[in-house]
């Protein structure tokens, strides 16, 4: 891919959220002030109490802030005594108390719904991350087993990165070929689905990127299947953004299962430049705004966020340089954390910041804004990583530094803080390794061809979207499953 660096940036992006968090209306905030006391049921009654209105975008803005209410509702669902018994499982004495001590402390995730305690729908897996004294009782409770001799390691697959890099005055080694196998099913009897029912589904589908090459499709079922064009750089990126296999099925028996099915293959290669602080340059003089300006409401320049970003760069001009001590804040100050829906979410950076808390996309969103608000160009980029071990769906970042060009960057994976190499160390700023699945080149795009409803996520795109007959279907009305083979298998 090149880049189109005076190409200007359009004068509105897709936002990649619902369009209740770009909304102005006066009842949409009402509602999102009534949210945020935890009267779900009044936000939701002023939502529908004022008379019609003639703007249609206001209409659906509407719309969809009660269909983010009700999967609010789902992101915090489980009550006091099913959450007490699913801490017990790992915590065999823990309490009722024990719960309040974690919950005040900020350590379990919950929130007031109508005057009841509802908790997270994912705990206690963010319990066991920030709790120091549950992790304590957990493993008491259940000893930690040592890993299995001669298991892989990610440390292992970055050692064997910086071998071949030695080997090679390549920057894209260690090629590891992928066969994936992606299959989205629309259980039998689900409801709203009926005879005659007209299904459109879209699943991810690999790039062709600079580290990716050789995509191919083997398979798809139905057989109707037509994939997205390949997404092209520029400012924006155009062509398939977010790429897609897309189908399209009428159908006839809605008592049996709906299975689309994609067989794909493609090379996935590390990709490790030699980066030295002195050789960065400033950006071009034609490079004008491309990848540095505001994109709301996920990439905003907060007062707040930009007093911290001027207290970290201070009068630092290298633009490598800035990236890293951005890179180095969020590894110091973020705690990872299992995530809200991203629908949920009205902010990413901002949400980031104000919680020192996220996972991969929420963290990589703030790295993004973060460089922007440096004079740094960054952007998206996400799809699954396959390592042997821990497969699943993934968001990390690339930001711009002359002369190498667009450089990876995780925010989420941090410092490799296990190792005392510092190549293995700091790999994951400006490096990636070969176990990924390249999906999407940027955020919040159309999809192909686009979908009509609220998409389940209207930012990321990664286990697929789904409509029947105009109407979304969320991710508790479809199963995804990703499997995949390498060559040479990973070690």
Not at 194 to 221: C, D, H, M, T
Not at 360 to 370: D, K, R
Request: net charge negative; aromatic share 10%.
């Amino acid at each position: 891919m090149t880049t189109t660096l005076a190409q200007a940036a359009p004068t509105t992006q897709p936002t990649g959220a619902s369009l209740a968090f770009t909304s102005d209306d006066p009842v949409i905030n009402k509602s999102m002030d009534l949210l945020s006391e935890g009267k779900f049921k009044d936000a939701d009654a002023a939502l529908t109490a004022p008379g019609p209105t003639t703007d249609p975008s206001t209409v659906e803005a509407r719309q969809q802030m009660q269909e983010i209410i009700k999967r609010l509702r789902r992101e915090f669902s489980v009550d006091e005594k099913e959450m007490l018994a699913r801490v017990r499982r790992s915590i065999p004495d823990a309490t009722v108390e024990d719960l309040a001590k974690w919950r005040n402390a900020g350590e379990l995730g919950c929130d007031e719904i109508d005057g009841q305690l509802f908790y997270y729908r994912r705990e206690p897996v963010n319990l066991f991350r920030f709790s120091e004294d549950a992790k304590k009782r957990r493993d008491a409770a259940h000893p930690p087993k040592p890993a299995p001799e001669g298991q892989w390691t990610l440390e292992k697959h970055l050692q064997q990165i910086l071998a071949a890099r030695m080997d090679s005055m390549e920057k894209e080694i260690l090629p590891i070929h992928h066969k994936i196998t992606f299959t989205l099913t629309i259980p039998a009897n689900t409801p709203g689905v009926k005879a005659g029912s007209n299904a459109r589904v879209w699943l991810p589908y690999p790039q062709e990127y600079r580290q990716q090459k050789n995509v191919k499709l083997i398979k798809a079922s139905p057989e109707n299947a037509q994939i997205a064009p390949n997404g092209v750089d520029g400012n924006p990126v155009t062509g398939g953004a977010q790429r897609t296999i897309y189908f399209e099925k009428k159908i006839d028996d809605p008592t049996k299962d709906q299975v689309f099915r994609a067989e794909y293959e493609y090379d996935s290669y590390a990709y490790y430049p030699i980066l030295v602080d002195e050789k960065a340059e400033p950006l071009p003089d034609n490079w004008g705004n491309a990848y540095l300006e505001e994109r709301p409401p996920h990439i905003l320049f907060t007062p707040e966020l930009k007093a911290q970003v001027a207290s970290i760069v201070g009068v630092e001009m290298n633009p490598l340089v800035k990236a890293r001590l951005i890179y180095n804040w969020i590894d110091a100050n973020m705690k990872y954390c299992a995530e809200q829906e991203y629908s949920c979410i009205p902010s990413f950076s901002t949400k980031a910041f104000q919680t020192k808390k996220g996972d991969c996309g929420i963290q990589s969103m703030l790295f993004i804004t973060m460089c922007r608000i440096a004079g740094v160009p960054a952007r998206w980029q996400s799809g699954w990583e396959t390592k042997p071990i821990g497969t699943s769906q993934h968001d990390w970042t690339e930001f711009y530094v002359a002369p190498w060009g667009w450089l990876p960057a995780d925010p989420s994976y941090g410092l490799q803080k296990q190792s005392n190499d510092p190549r293995i160390r700091e790999f994951y700023f400006g490096h990636q390794d070969s176990l990924r699945m390249i999906v999407n080149l940027d955020y919040g795009r159309d999809l192909i061809p686009p979908k009509k409803s609220l998409r389940s996520e209207p930012a990321d795109f990664q286990v697929g979207e789904v409509e029947v007959d105009g109407k979304n279907l969320y991710y508790d009305d479809f199963d995804y499953d990703f499997q995949f083979e390498q060559t040479p298998p990973v070690k």
